[in-house]
């Protein structure tokens, strides 16, 4: 169980990694510096942008949830 719960992590951890670095920049940060502050018409929808905004937050959830997961399975293991 424990496996499971850490191959899912992994997966749920790239995954919300690649969906942060596709939200727009929305000012004058860490985001400019690496190629942020130009415009492209790449995710420009507002639709596209608020879907983007609910995949990366259910997949935040499901990415806290392992955590909670193992850390309770490898607190109780041991009993």
Known sequence: ???????????????????????????????????GGVSSSLGGSSVAERNLDRFTVGVGVIWFACIIALGLLMAYQGN
């Open 1 to 35: 169980m424990i496996l499971l719960f850490t191959i899912l992590l992994v997966i749920t951890s790239a995954i919300q990694i690649l969906l942060v670095l596709l939200h727009k920049g929305r000012g004058g940060g860490l985001s400019d510096m690496f190629g």
